[in-house]
């Protein structure tokens, strides 16, 4: 069972940056793939970023802005966003699914863990 709790939201104007982190439990970096997903008002949840090692995929609405990253030794998945927009705003998970084939942020609901969010609002 993975266990995650996100953490660093909060308001921004547009154009600037946030780092979001998700101290996760109950998985081993070599089988589960990580990914981070958000939630806007009346939206359906949309995967955001992923990653399994060294490899990372992007959607494209957030690819060249947003860094995901990793650190095992603190068990914790950063995503890094910078130039946000206010399309950006909603509630960001993060969630872990066991490696497959590829390791892309969906479908959610092959992912598990699934924390409170934190919230991100992007004003313009």
């Known amino acids: 069972q993975v266990d995650v709790v996100e953490s660093g939201g909060g308001s921004v104007q547009a154009g600037g940056s946030l780092r979001l982190s998700c101290t996760a439990s109950?998985?081993?970096?070599?089988?589960?793939?990580m990914g981070w997903f958000r939630q806007a008002p009346g939206k359906e949840r949309e995967g955001v970023a992923s990653?399994?090692?060294?490899?990372?995929y992007y959607a494209d609405s957030v690819n060249g802005r947003f860094t995901i990253s990793r650190d095992n030794a603190k068990g914790t998945l950063y995503l890094q966003m910078n130039r946000l927009k206010p399309e950006d705003t909603g509630v960001y998970y993060c969630?872990?699914?066991?490696?497959?084939?590829?390791?892309?942020?969906?479908?959610?609901?092959?992912?598990?863990?699934w924390g409170q969010g934190t919230q991100v609002t992007v004003s313009s």
């Open positions: 969630a872990a699914k066991p490696m497959g084939d590829r390791c892309v942020p969906g479908p959610a609901d092959e992912f598990n863990g």
């Open positions: 109950g998985y081993t970096e070599s089988t589960y793939c």
């Open positions: 990653i399994y090692i060294g490899s990372a």
